[in-house]
């Protein structure tokens, strides 16, 4: 049976790093960054002994600059997770729910006071 699974998406604002003079040292900085981040979601999967697994997305401008899956789907059968894999949404949708209104907020086009 697959063990219970989480899905993350982290959604970043990289304008410095994206589209600039120094394009090539800002991917550089970029790389490292990511790379370091991924090695320490490793250490965590590694460590967890629920068997549990991690997809993440960095997106830039509506598309994916990187993206990567950690952790086993079926630890069992020894079935790696990947950047494809379905999971159910779970109670993340209320992080979605709330990072979405607060952008709203941002924009003018709601205000936390306003009325439900």
């Known amino acids: 049976m697959f063990k219970r699974a989480f899905l993350f998406i982290l959604i970043a604002s990289l304008n410095g790093f994206v589209c600039s003079q120094d394009s090539l040292l800002r991917?550089?900085?970029?790389?490292?960054?990511?790379?370091?981040?991924?090695?320490?979601?490793?250490?965590?999967?590694?460590?967890d002994t629920l068997g549990e697994s991690i997809s993440i997305a960095i997106?830039?401008?509506?598309?994916?600059?990187?993206?990567?899956?950690?952790?086993?789907?079926?630890?069992?059968?020894?079935?790696?997770?990947?950047?494809?894999?379905?999971?159910?949404?779970?109670?993340?949708?209320?992080?979605?729910?709330?990072?979405?209104l607060m952008r709203l907020v941002e924009k003018g086009l709601l205000k936390l006071q306003d009325p439900v």
């Open 59 to 100: 997106v830039h401008k509506n598309k994916i600059v990187w993206s990567k899956a950690f952790g086993y789907l079926d630890v069992e059968k020894k079935t790696l997770t990947d950047t494809l894999t379905i999971y159910l949404i779970g109670s993340i949708s209320k992080s979605f729910t709330a990072f979405l």
């Open 27 to 47: 991917k550089t900085q970029f790389d490292s960054i990511v790379n370091e981040f991924g090695r320490g979601i490793q250490r965590y999967i590694q460590a």
